[in-house]
């Protein structure tokens, strides 16, 4: 299995709202993060958890929160989102290795904020 | 600091056509290089990776050599198909836990 699994696949909310985003691997995978990717950009690192415990977090505003509750899940909270946070939003894992090893991806979550 | 540069696109080609996608990294270390594809709509799949100076990855007809003395990773392939349709991205590792991704090209196949 070298699947990563990212629910939902697209999520529509208000500004108001609160909303979580899901991500699953199966793999053994002890590094996971989040990538956000805008238009013809290239994805964008927000969040990395290694060992469930966060380790990189890019400067990334407080409406964004994210959870490791296990080696396999990664959520990210949503809340009080603005219109320009509407995105592609990617879950990735990979082992953890010196000198690095390839990411999978998942298929993302396309998140409209109206 | 590091980075990855990727020329600029869209790259269109006929069907059956050879592709090169040029790619060149900093040269902070010796990282590890991959590239990805992104099709419409979708996450990115890893196409290829190579790990070390000389090193050739290769998958689906796509090969790229990791070359220390021009600092490049450029993606090749013979005879590109309406189905390679799709974004590239050249990325090379920054420490144990960050991916650098270069900008992306686009290219277009038409049959």
């Known amino acids: 299995d070298t699947e990563v699994t990212q629910t939902p696949k697209h999520l529509v909310m208000g500004m108001t709202n609160k909303k979580s985003l899901k991500c699953e691997q199966h793999?053994?995978?002890?590094?996971m993060y989040w990538y956000k990717q805008k238009a013809k950009k290239p994805p964008e690192l927000m969040f990395v958890y290694s060992y469930e415990k966060l380790s990189i977090n890019e400067s990334v505003p407080s409406r964004f929160s994210p959870e490791c509750p296990n080696s396999s899940l990664l959520n990210l909270h949503l809340h009080a989102l603005q219109p320009e946070d509407s995105a592609l939003y990617l879950c990735?894992?990979?082992?953890?290795?010196?000198?690095?090893?390839?990411?999978?991806f998942g298929q993302g979550t396309r998140l409209t904020v109206v | 600091g590091d980075s990855v540069t990727q020329m600029e696109g869209p790259v269109t080609l006929s069907e059956e056509a050879f592709l090169t996608i040029n790619c060149t990294y900093t040269a902070t270390g010796y990282p590890s290089l991959f590239w990805y594809v992104q099709y419409p709509g979708e996450g990115l799949q890893l196409l290829l990776k190579a790990t070390k100076a000389d090193d050739k990855g290769s998958n689906k007809g796509f090969e790229a050599t990791y070359r220390k003395e021009t600092t490049s990773f450029h993606l090749e392939k013979g005879s590109v198909q309406v189905s390679d349709s799709a974004v590239y991205f050249c990325a090379r590792r920054a420490g144990f836990q960050k991916l650098v991704f270069g900008t992306g090209t686009r290219l277009l196949v038409s049959p």
């Open positions: 990735a894992s990979s082992h953890i290795l010196e000198g690095g090893t390839e990411a999978f």
């Open positions: 793999m053994g995978h002890r590094a």
